[in-house]
Structures are given as structure tokens and as C-alpha cells.
């Protein structure tokens, strides 16, 4: 369940980005959501699929810096959706 939600906000986080006005927003919002869509490789390495590469699994790992960039890389996606939908008149 917890690698659909990651999915989920992946998926969002794409669709966000083709739909954003402006090359830098689009390149940004894609940018953002390529880091959280690292999970994979943790999930690989959690299965021994992969090696393991040291990446904290976003909003579950234990340190505060982490979980304060993951906030803020969502924190940007949420703004340049608003930017988007008000741009779109919706």
C-alpha cells in the first residue's frame, strides 16, 4: 500500500509537470518528482534486487533533514500546480 501512495505521488507529480506553463516549471516540477520517484531503487535494494545505495526513503527516514527537503520538494510541486490551475482560469 505504502508503494501505491509513493506511486501515486509520483504520477501526480509527472502530470503536474506536463502541465505546467513555462520550460523552467516544467523542468522543475520533473526534476523534483525524478527524486521522489527514486523509491525504487530503495524498494530494489529492501528486496535485495539491488544493491543499496544509502538513499533515506522519503517521509519514513529517521533524520530531520531529510524529511524537511522531501517536505519542500512537495512544498514547490503544490506551488507550481496552484500556478498552473490559476493561469488555466480553474
Known sequence: ???????????RGYRVAMQASGV?????????????????????GNLKLMPLTGIPLPFLSNGASSILANDNEVGLLLRISHNTAIENGE
Open 1 to 11: 500500500m505504502l508503494i501505491g501512495v509513493y506511486l501515486l505521488i509520483v504520477y
Open 24 to 44: 523552467f516549471n516544467q523542468l522543475l516540477a520533473a526534476g523534483l518528482t525524478t527524486i521522489l520517484a527514486g523509491l525504487v531503487i530503495m524498494a530494489g
